[in-house]
């Protein structure tokens, strides 16, 4: 029976990646993340004793303390963030329990520096279609998922990456692009480690979408039919991404939980 205040490595894996995950925040000591310094998909390091600065910006959010092993610094944190008004729990377990059940780890080497209030920031082309709004969604669900993601003209973006320390995407020449027949959302993937079979399946049809090869997934002509939609629905970017959002949200959905289901007249009721 779970601890009051834990939640299982189990019931969280299942909430990452949805709209519903809580703030994941990653307060193991200096020395066991420097044993692994991989962390949870969209965790954040923070220090448990410097709390007091984190909590004005959790207004209206929930959160999970991980810590190492389940015991004083996550129990701590997440007790302190509830006298403090924030809703929070802790993993039990801790950091060694999820990886001992072989759950998704993320490489964060590669990621931009974070902003004064902790965000990565992100830069790419205006007027997305595929890839430009796949990426923002797998760093939203996966990464950060207060990430800043900032649209400007093409011509704009390495400036406007220099500028603001953000992390170009999706353009020729940068790190975070196409590579051979790989599209930009595959080499998230890859560099962050994202071992995710519901990911991966999402991948192709992205792929397939994204460089005109409809054949490689029997979905990719509908993510690219309801893509070239939206982007003829919305002039403003944002406004573009917010709605892509809940496209992304049903695709990767339908990747981990119904992809052999067929259409037939019961009604299935939605699940964690």
Request: proline content about 7%.
């Amino acid at each position: 029976m779970p601890a009051p205040n834990s939640i299982s490595s189990d019931k969280l894996a299942k909430i990452i990646g949805t709209p519903r995950v809580p703030l994941l925040l990653d307060v193991r000591s200096t020395e066991d993340f420097a044993a692994d310094s991989r962390l949870i998909p969209g965790a954040s390091r923070i220090d448990d004793q410097a709390l007091s600065e984190l909590v004005p910006h959790l207004t209206g959010s929930t959160a999970v303390v991980i810590c190492q092993a389940g015991h004083k610094r996550s129990q701590g944190a997440a007790a302190w963030l509830r006298a403090d008004g924030c809703p929070a729990e802790y993993l039990e377990g801790g950091f060694e329990a999820w990886k001992a059940a072989d759950l998704p780890l993320i490489s964060p080497d590669k990621l931009p520096p974070r902003d004064a209030r902790g965000r990565t920031v992100w830069v790419t082309r205006s007027r997305p279609k595929i890839d430009r709004i796949a990426c923002p969604w797998l760093i939203r669900r996966f990464v950060d998922p207060r990430t800043v993601i900032l649209f400007v003209a093409p011509s704009e973006v390495l400036g406007v990456a220099e500028r603001y320390d953000a992390a170009p995407f999706d353009i020729e020449n940068v790190f975070w692009s196409h590579r051979g027949e790989l599209c930009t959302f595959d080499v998230m993937l890859a560099e962050f480690g994202l071992s995710v079979p519901a990911l991966d399946r999402l991948a192709n049809m992205i792929r397939g979408a994204d460089t005109a090869r409809l054949d490689l997934a029997p979905e990719a002509a509908g993510l690219l039919a309801a893509s070239l939609g939206l982007s003829r629905m919305y002039s403003d970017d944002l406004e573009q991404l917010e709605a892509g959002m809940l496209l992304y949200d049903a695709f990767y959905r339908w990747a981990r939980d119904a992809s052999d289901e067929t259409h037939n007249w019961p009604t299935n009721k939605p699940k964690v």
